[in-house]
């Protein structure tokens, strides 16, 4: 009897004849970039180093696109964004000690934003991998250990003949529910070795489903069907697995509002009659939630920002949909499903009960007017001012994407993307520096339409080197950099906490000399002219910089009582 696991394929005439005399000056980088191509890759960011110097020679004998940029953990932010962008592994080539571990803070938001990024670094030749103190440049004890309780899965490459199947293994690794980074790693000498292992030229690309056990569905089919003021959160897993309109589809049939949370953004219409939108950073909302009998959680753990800094205390049943095991129930008790949201979206699509609720738009309308009054009553219309402006210049089709800084703080809550995988921060991991290399990795991914990234003058200097990146390849990305002469965020703090700010004031450049220093074009605006300056440098090809010279306030808390 034969089994379907039994077949195998068979090589083609050619293909045997290429497999027996592969062509000649190929070397153990050949059968990487080989395996990223077999799998399905075009473009692979990166920055070089001595020993990952193969890799690179074997990118002049590929197909595949390179976008290096200046700072490894840039390379990593470009690479990220290309994942969310494509849902595609993004590959990322690094080399050994120093630039790889220059790349963990990258690594840090791809894990924590679920971005599915292919890191590849060199390593120190085979006879000092082990621990021995042998004294190469870059070595260290254990490099992989720098990298464990970061990415979702580590391959320690020894051998050319392992090359192939380690990258395949990865690659699926990062593009399994949940998505994330990964990390391989393979010997200078392994690299650099003439190679006569025939050409790769196919690759099983296809990552293995997380599907939801049926009698949980059931469970959470009925508790919802039955429920009389459910409620949905809306977190980064319905966008990473593409299902936004099955998300509708379900709160439609239930009659259930639902909120979004940072990550979230853009997975429900933000003018929807059901739509909460994402003022989840609100004791309004937070009430509403917490009233919630049933409240059905999808792709999210219920972390700080999406809890209103964990003072959110549900008291009705909660339904947890979750592909990251380690965040199922991490918080709070719930019929926890551990899937991939799409799946488990639709399984629930085909087993609950329509409800009817005329009151849930009514609902809806009061909370969002109880949150519009108290940020009025705040008397920051500068802060809405610059937000809308932002908003009426970028296309309702492009893509953005917010460093850690005040504005973006804003956006997290009162931004409407205009759909889903269109705005994109750093509240993974929190790190500086994320948004003007990733929006250059999402203008690598798509060119069509213009790409905005946003940062404070604190972010931006630590990305300032990748000006030149977007010069070079000439990147349709447009950088606003709202300048307020610190890290404005912290300098709040700071005042709130002790009365006086320390270390948050900082000298900085004239930014648009600095751009145009790189052959940048670049604008000071202000408030009222904001709007005009960024649609302009957003319609003009390649990237450009607007300058914006304001102290910006955020709303004020509502977690911390009183």
Same mark, same amino acid.
């Given at each position: 009897?034969?089994?379907?696991?039994?077949?195998?394929?068979?090589?083609?005439?050619?293909?045997?004849?290429?497999?027996?005399?592969?062509?000649?000056?190929?070397?153990?980088?050949?059968?990487?970039?080989?395996?990223?191509?077999?799998?399905?890759?075009?473009?692979?960011?990166?920055?070089?180093?001595?020993?990952?110097?193969?890799?690179?020679?074997?990118?002049?004998?590929?197909?595949?696109?390179?976008?290096?940029?200046?700072?490894?953990?840039?390379?990593?932010?470009?690479?990220?964004?290309?994942?969310?962008?494509?849902?595609?592994?993004?590959?990322?080539?690094?080399?050994?000690?120093?630039?790889? @571990?220059? *790349?963990? &803070? =990258?690594?840090?938001?791809?894990? !924590?934003?679920?971005?599915? /990024?292919? #890191?590849?670094? +060199?390593?120190?030749?085979?006879?000092?991998?082990?621990?021995?103190?042998?004294?190469?440049?870059?070595?260290?004890?254990?490099?992989?250990?720098?990298?464990?309780?970061?990415?979702?899965?580590?391959?320690?490459?020894?051998?050319?003949?392992?090359?192939?199947?380690?990258?395949?293994?990865?690659?699926?690794?990062?593009?399994?529910?949940?998505?994330?980074?990964?990390?391989?790693?393979?010997?200078?000498?392994?690299?650099?070795?003439?190679?006569?292992?025939?050409?790769?030229?196919?690759?099983?690309?296809?990552?293995?489903?997380?599907?939801?056990?049926?009698?949980?569905?059931?469970?959470?089919?009925? @508790?919802? *069907?039955? &429920? =009389?003021?459910?409620?949905?959160? !809306?977190?980064?897993?319905? /966008?990473? #697995?593409?299902? +936004?309109?099955?998300?509708?589809?379900?709160?439609?049939?239930?009659?259930?509002?639902?909120?979004?949370?940072?990550?979230?953004?853009?997975?429900?219409?933000?003018?929807?009659?059901?739509?909460?939108?994402?003022?989840?950073?609100?004791?309004?909302?937070?009430?509403?939630?917490?009233?919630?009998?049933?409240?059905?959680?999808?792709?999210?753990?219920?972390?700080?920002?999406?809890?209103?800094?964990?003072?959110?205390?549900?008291?009705?049943?909660?339904?947890?949909?979750?592909?990251?095991?380690?965040?199922?129930?991490?918080?709070?008790?719930?019929?926890?499903?551990?899937?991939?949201?799409?799946?488990? @979206?639709?399984?629930?699509?085909?087993?609950?009960?329509?409800?009817?609720?005329?009151?849930?738009?009514?609902?809806?309308?009061?909370?969002?007017?109880?949150?519009?009054?108290?940020?009025?009553?705040?008397?920051?219309?500068?802060?809405?001012?610059?937000?809308?402006?932002?908003?009426?210049?970028?296309?309702?089709?492009?893509?953005?994407?917010?460093?850690?800084?005040?504005?973006?703080?804003?956006?997290?809550?009162?931004?409407?993307?205009?759909?889903?995988?269109?705005?994109?921060?750093?509240?993974?991991?929190?790190?500086?520096?994320?948004?003007?290399?990733?929006?250059?990795?999402?203008?690598?991914?798509?060119?069509?339409?213009?790409?905005?990234?946003?940062?404070?003058?604190?972010?931006?200097?630590?990305?300032?080197?990748? @000006?030149?990146?977007?010069?070079?390849?000439?990147?349709?990305?447009?950088?606003?950099?709202?300048?307020?002469?610190?890290?404005?965020?912290?300098?709040?703090?700071?005042?709130?906490?002790?009365?006086?700010?320390?270390?948050?004031?900082?000298?900085?450049?004239?930014?648009?000399?600095?751009?145009?220093?790189?052959?940048?074009?670049?604008?000071?605006?202000?408030?009222?002219?904001?709007?005009?300056?960024?649609?302009?440098?957003?319609?003009?090809?390649?990237?450009?910089?607007?300058?914006?010279?304001?102290?910006?306030?955020?709303?004020?808390?509502?977690?911390?009582?009183?």
């Amino acid at each position: 009897m034969t089994h379907d696991h039994d077949l195998v394929l068979r090589p083609t005439a050619a293909q045997t004849e290429a497999a027996l005399n592969p062509p000649p000056g190929r070397n153990g980088g050949d059968l990487v970039v080989e395996t990223l191509a077999a799998l399905g890759a075009t473009t692979v960011f990166g920055l070089p180093g001595q020993h990952a110097l193969g890799m690179f020679d074997a990118l002049s004998r590929s197909d595949l696109r390179y976008v290096g940029l200046r700072v490894e953990n840039n390379a990593g932010f470009a690479a990220d964004a290309y994942g969310r962008i494509t849902g595609e592994a993004a590959p990322l080539l690094l080399s050994t000690g120093p630039g790889a @571990l220059t *790349s963990l &803070a =990258a690594l840090q938001e791809a894990a !924590a934003a679920s971005a599915p /990024v292919l #890191a590849i670094s +060199s390593q120190v030749p085979t006879a000092g991998l082990g621990g021995g103190r042998h004294g190469y440049l870059h070595e260290l004890p254990d490099q992989a250990a720098s990298f464990r309780g970061v990415v979702k899965s580590v391959h320690t490459v020894r051998t050319q003949s392992q090359i192939a199947s380690a990258v395949e293994a990865a690659w699926k690794s990062a593009l399994t529910a949940p998505h994330g980074p990964v990390w391989v790693e393979i010997p200078q000498d392994v690299l650099l070795a003439e190679t006569a292992i025939p050409v790769v030229t196919g690759g099983d690309a296809f990552p293995e489903e997380l599907p939801p056990r049926p009698e949980l569905t059931a469970v959470a089919a009925d @508790l919802l *069907s039955k &429920a =009389a003021r459910p409620a949905i959160i !809306a977190g980064g897993g319905v /966008v990473r #697995a593409d299902a +936004s309109g099955k998300l509708r589809r379900l709160a439609e049939v239930l009659q259930a509002p639902v909120v979004t949370t940072p990550g979230g953004k853009g997975a429900f219409p933000w003018t929807h009659p059901l739509s909460l939108q994402s003022w989840i950073e609100d004791r309004y909302t937070t009430d509403f939630l917490e009233d919630a009998d049933v409240l059905l959680v999808v792709g999210s753990g219920l972390g700080e920002l999406s809890s209103n800094y964990h003072t959110f205390k549900p008291r009705g049943r909660v339904v947890q949909i979750e592909a990251d095991l380690g965040k199922l129930e991490s918080n709070h008790p719930a019929l926890g499903i551990h899937a991939d949201a799409r799946l488990a @979206l639709q399984a629930l699509l085909e087993t609950v009960s329509e409800r009817t609720d005329p009151s849930a738009p009514d609902r809806v309308r009061a909370l969002l007017a109880k949150v519009g009054e108290r940020i009025a009553a705040q008397e920051l219309t500068l802060e809405q001012q610059v937000l809308a402006s932002v908003r009426n210049a970028l296309p309702a089709d492009s893509p953005s994407f917010w460093d850690m800084t005040i504005l973006a703080y804003w956006a997290w809550s009162a931004f409407d993307a205009k759909g889903p995988n269109r705005m994109h921060s750093a509240q993974g991991a929190g790190g500086l520096g994320y948004g003007f290399p990733a929006a250059l990795g999402a203008a690598a991914a798509d060119p069509t339409h213009p790409v905005l990234a946003v940062s404070g003058d604190g972010g931006a200097l630590y990305s300032i080197a990748e @000006l030149a990146t977007a010069r070079q390849y000439d990147l349709n990305v447009t950088w606003l950099i709202v300048d307020d002469g610190g890290y404005g965020i912290l300098r709040e703090y700071m005042t709130d906490a002790f009365g006086r700010p320390t270390a948050t004031e900082l000298t900085r450049p004239d930014y648009v000399a600095l751009a145009e220093s790189f052959g940048v074009p670049g604008v000071r605006t202000t408030p009222e002219t904001l709007e005009a300056d960024l649609a302009k440098a957003l319609s003009a090809s390649g990237p450009s910089v607007v300058v914006l010279p304001a102290v910006l306030r955020m709303f004020a808390p509502t977690h911390l009582g009183g």
